[in-house]
């Protein structure tokens, strides 16, 4: 009941929160010295890419480990990382899409084998694999257990991916407001257009993954029925024969 | 009345034990694979053709094949790595192979570091194989064997600990064939990257870094051996 009451405030919020950054990011900030209009894609690009990488593999990643601590193991949490990946591969898709159109006009090419870019596609393979080892036919536990080490292992390699990338090439800039001397490189209503998108976005994500949570649970609440009423049947016939 | 035994006496003949049972493993599948010679007649000839493929796609180019040799060479063991993993999951696949391990009492964690261990000595010898095709066909010659000797073994323990751990993740052999490549590919793909830095090292290209990429070698062959031997246990009892 809670539940349901906070997916449906949460929802609508997340909805008008968005409609005000794309409000303040498309009519109210000023485009940019350098790159014009195209700066606008700051209000979506780096709050897609803040979801992808860090909430969603880390809400994964947490999940995935509660399932596996014997004293906390329940499928709710299976089903919660699942959510958090099938709807954080989204996230990376238009991550790696907005980026693409972003750098078409400012590097002058669609895609370019930096850093970022290259350990960002990289991860949203790895997302697709674990969407892939899900779809594996197995008892349920054997599934979630798996799941579950795939996405911490997953999780483990993201430091790896990231450095080795990182020592590889780059190209791509870095933190605009959390760089290493704390002082925003952005104008005041831009940085709070920025803020508001980053909100926005992670109330989106969390929508998202409460339907998708919703979807899941109702599906294997409705094979159980299927089963107990397929069972009854059964036991129906055994009688009448 | 049992006499108690400290947890450090625990500990080293958990170890103990464990590499026994590693030993077992290792003999045992490095015999299967001399007696069967898979590995000699499907993945070594797969390797050696992704080189031919890799020259034909390149074109005939004496310094383009030189400064390619590292990423393909490396390329070609990456692919062949996961049909060895494949080979080698495919032993311990059949229920009565995880029935005979049980009844045996062999530690989970001997046992992938065994399979581990044999995987990594055929990845070495075809390592060592595709060397010669490298440097014939690429036209590449040997400047540090300091660099070279390290940026072969080290991967190799590496792809190892994660083929067999990935394949173990990945169920049985109907899905494993095609599941293990997505699982594993991205995962190994900073091995793809450091390898052929460290080895472009040993061919004489200046690589300031070298020394780096083998740390990264290193430290991604231990994590996963640590990995393996944590994990190993419970994926198989799933």
Known sequence: MMRTTLRKSIGPLAAVLVAVTVWLGLVVTPPDRDQGDYVRLVYLHPALAWVALYVAFGMSAVCSLLYLWKRTRSLRFDRLAASAVEVGVVYTLLTLLTGSIWGRPTWGVWWTWDARLTSTAVLAVLLLGYLALRRVPAEAHIRARRSAVFALLAAINVPIIHFSVIWWQTLHQGATVLNPNLSPMIHGLMAWTLLLSFVAFTLLFAWMVMVRYEIETRRVDEDEVGMAAAIADRQAEGIHS | ?238
């Open chain 2, 1 to 238: 009345m049992g006499e108690q035994c400290s947890p450090w006496f625990q500990v080293v003949e958990w170890v103990v034990v464990m590499w026994r049972d590693a030993l077992l493993i290792a003999r045992r599948d490095l015999t299967i694979e001399l007696r069967s010679k898979v590995g000699i007649w499907q993945i070594l000839p797969f390797g050696l053709m992704a080189l031919f493929l890799f020259a034909f796609a390149l074109g005939p180019q004496t310094e383009l094949l030189r400064t390619a040799a590292p990423g393909l060479f490396w390329l070609a063991v990456l692919f062949s790595s996961i049909l060895a993993a494949q080979r080698s999951l495919n032993i311990e696949g059949s229920a009565a192979t995880r029935e005979a391990n049980r009844l045996l009492g062999l530690d989970p964690a001997g046992v992938f570091l065994g399979k581990a261990a044999a995987m990594a000595v055929e990845l070495l010898v075809l390592e060592v194989v595709l060397l010669v095709g490298v440097m014939l066909l690429f036209h590449v010659t040997i400047a540090s064997w300091l660099f070279v000797v390290p940026a072969l073994v080290l991967p190799g323990l590496g792809l190892s600990a994660a083929g067999v751990l990935y394949g173990s993740l990945a169920g049985g052999a109907s899905t494993r064939s095609t599941l293990l490549p997505i699982l594993v590919l991205p995962v190994e793909a900073p091995v793809l990257i450091a390898a052929s830095k460290s080895l472009s090292r040993g061919f004489g290209a200046v690589t300031p870094d070298a020394g780096r990429w083998l740390v990264v070698l290193a430290i991604f062959a231990v994590v996963y051996s640590v990995l393996g031997v944590a994990l190993y246990g419970p994926l198989e009892e799933s």
